[in-house]
């Protein structure tokens, strides 16, 4: 199962947070865009809907930006995983349609691989995939630049 980019963008761009030291200022939109290097409207709609489902505390206006909501310890792949895709469907046998949907099997099969990915992904947390933080950091650019350059 591949994951869309939306999600991928979404995992990485609450990564990026968990890795970073404590400080006050707010992450930007900007911030996102230029580490990762993607489009400010793609990383907008993330941010915002990160925010409506809890993962981010967003505030608004020229001096906004956003922060996580919890601790990266508490923030489950498996959940958020499911709240970013669109669809957790493996194939869509109706586009186009297939002619052995009546009696096949495979779409089962490929419902139980889902559930186990799915089962995989629920045993972890944000924080276990940024256990190694100062190797992330160092592939990172430097961040009191990119804070400097957005106050």
């Not at 297939?98 to 947390?125: E, F, H, I, S, T």
Request: hydrophobic content about 45%.
């Amino acid at each position: 199962m591949q994951l869309t980019r939306y999600t991928d963008f979404g995992i990485r761009t609450l990564m990026y947070m968990a890795v970073q030291p404590e400080r006050t200022a707010l992450f930007r939109i900007a911030e996102i865009t230029d580490v990762f290097d993607l489009s400010p409207n793609h990383v907008s709609k993330i941010v915002h809907h990160l925010g409506k489902a809890g993962y981010l505390h967003t505030v608004r206006g020229k001096a906004g930006g956003f922060r996580l909501a919890k601790p990266a310890a508490e923030i489950n792949l498996g959940a958020l995983v499911r709240e970013l895709e669109h669809s957790l469907a493996p194939i869509d046998c109706s586009k186009p349609y297939c002619r052995l949907l009546p009696a096949c099997q495979l779409k089962g099969v490929l419902a139980n691989a889902v559930q186990a990915y799915l089962a995989v992904l629920d045993q972890y947390q944000l924080a276990d995939i940024v256990t190694n933080r100062e190797e992330l950091l160092a592939l990172l650019p430097d961040s009191t630049i990119s804070i400097l350059q957005l106050d």
